[in-house]
């Protein structure tokens, strides 16, 4: 059985920082991209950023969150994190871990994260909320 889980979201204030967690378990983690998705009330779901397979060596940030977030995976610990720095109330929005088999995700971290939030990724977390206050 495939898990998604992810932690660390919270309520802080402008400018400030968190760290997302997204531990998976019951697939081989080397194997599967990684991306984390954002979906605020009345907006559709967009990616963050994501992160190719420890088969590859790509990643991307959206426009909106670069040189602010980044993203990294610890393979011991089958564990991809979102490092979100100088927070704005823009940011605010439920955040969603998802992993994607290599093969079934197409070309690099750039086209697997900005197209459909759902061609191609295999699983799915339950979202955690992040709320920045003004």
């Known amino acids: 059985q495939v898990q998604v889980v992810e932690s660390g979201g919270g309520s802080v204030q402008t400018g400030g920082s968190l760290r997302l967690s997204c531990k998976v378990s019951?697939?081989?983690?080397?194997?599967?991209?990684m991306g984390w998705f954002r979906q605020a009330p009345g907006k559709e779901r967009e990616g963050v950023s994501c992160?190719?397979?420890?088969?590859?060596?790509?990643?991307y940030y959206a426009d909106s969150v670069k040189g602010r977030f980044t993203i990294w995976r610890d393979d011991d610990k089958n564990t991809v994190y979102l490092d979100m720095k100088n927070l704005e109330p823009e940011d605010t929005a439920v955040y969603y871990c998802?992993?994607?088999?290599?093969?079934?995700?197409?070309?690099?971290?750039?086209?697997?994260?900005?197209?459909?939030?759902?061609?191609?990724?295999?699983?799915w977390g339950q979202g955690t909320q992040v709320t920045v206050a003004s």
């Open positions: 019951g697939l081989f983690f080397y194997d599967y991209g």
């Open positions: 998802a992993a994607g088999r290599r093969g079934r995700l197409s070309g690099t971290a750039k086209d697997y994260c900005t197209g459909s939030s759902s061609v191609g990724w295999d699983y």
């Open positions: 992160i190719s397979s420890s088969r590859g060596d790509s990643t």
